[in-house]
């Protein structure tokens, strides 16, 4: 068995993530054995000889925890913080299962992979000052050995799960042509319509219905929907030049959707009255419905069923491990 290619990949973190890498990737750490502090905190599972405690489990989902508790209450939110923890507590002993088989097969990261690793990150996130980086770590309460640990226990599970793959997955065209099909919604467009838009509200002395007729003989004569958008429009889209884009036929309301889709490109619409504003609409382009061919998305549908392949066959391996394992949720 070839030892695994532990090469780090580059970091683009800002230093405010380095802290909130450390404390998930924290959870990865070995416990060699159940000190009283672990029995205190309480233990969420064992794998092997090694625990995971509730602490760690909270702190993993925090976050989340938080998130669902502003939108469930009841017995939705206490089934949700269930589903949350024991995601968790699975994804910890994963961690663990892999680190130890890491270990079991005497495999090693060399230290200068884990010294690039620090070097890529002091360079990066803090100008190349490590005193800086240091004394961010600290105030955080960690060392730069933990640290270094951290990274390698990081290195431990990229490279493991990638060996675990064994080779570029082969999908073939029947199962490409099937998953195509499968998601022919996915590859399937509506009508669109690229479209500029010039809204100006109503007043009661209709003076402003004055001005945006006049504003559609200007567009008719010639001049610029996009500059008169820019000095007219009350819209959102005015500084835009009243662009919206490319819409389909629910993005306006009823009335203004079937005045954009009615006109060809490069023509401009009535003035339309509506609820408490005028109108004028110009089509750029259109787009008519129909279905991308598998020529197209060829690359697309199969990019995505190599990676699920490649998930399905990381699981199957994390199963054999689990087998083999002595694992208990507490």
Do not use: C
């Not at 099937?178 to 100006?200: C, N």
């Not at 819409?247 to 408490?276: C, H, M, W, Y």
Request: hydrophobic share 40%; glycine share 4%.
């Amino acid at each position: 068995m070839n030892r695994p290619d532990t090469t780090p990949a580059p970091s683009h973190r800002r230093p405010t993530a380095i802290l909130a890498a450390v404390a998930l990737m924290a959870f990865a750490l070995p416990h060699p054995r159940v000190h009283a502090q672990e029995v205190l905190d309480g233990l969420a599972a064992v794998v092997n000889d090694q625990v995971i405690t509730f602490s760690q489990v909270r702190e993993l989902v925090g976050s989340k925890e938080r998130t669902v508790r502003e939108t469930l209450k009841g017995e939705a939110l206490a089934a949700k913080v269930k589903e949350l923890r024991l995601q968790a507590i699975n994804d910890l002993i994963d961690r663990q299962l892999i680190i130890q088989e890491f270990k079991k097969n005497k495999f090693q990261i060399p230290d200068h992979y884990v010294d690039d690793r620090i070097a890529t990150i002091t360079r990066e996130e803090f100008g190349g000052d490590r005193t800086a980086f240091v004394r961010t770590l600290a105030a955080q309460g960690y060392t730069l050995e933990k640290f270094r640990q951290f990274e390698t226990d990081k290195m431990i599970v990229q490279a493991m799960r990638g060996q675990a793959v064994k080779g570029e997955p082969t999908i073939s065209e029947t199962k490409i042509a099937a998953a195509y099909e499968e998601q022919r919604a996915k590859f399937t467009s509506e009508d669109q319509v690229h479209l500029r838009l010039i809204s100006i509200r109503k007043t009661d002395d209709g003076s402003k219905r004055k001005m945006i007729d006049e504003i559609r003989s200007k567009v008719v004569g010639g001049a610029d929907f996009q500059d008169l958008a820019q000095l007219y429009s009350e819209d959102s889209t005015q500084e835009a030049g009243g662009d919206w884009g490319w819409i389909n036929r629910k993005t306006l309301n009823e009335t203004l959707s079937n005045a954009a889709f009615s006109l060809e490109p490069g023509k401009v619409s009535q003035v339309l009255d509506f609820a408490n504003s005028y109108y004028l609409l110009l089509v750029e382009a259109r787009k008519k419905a129909g279905t991308k061919p598998l020529s197209e998305v060829h690359e697309e549908v199969e990019k995505q069923l190599v990676q699920e392949e490649r998930q399905r066959r990381q699981q199957a391996w994390i199963e054999k491990l689990r087998k083999k394992a002595y694992v208990r949720i507490f």
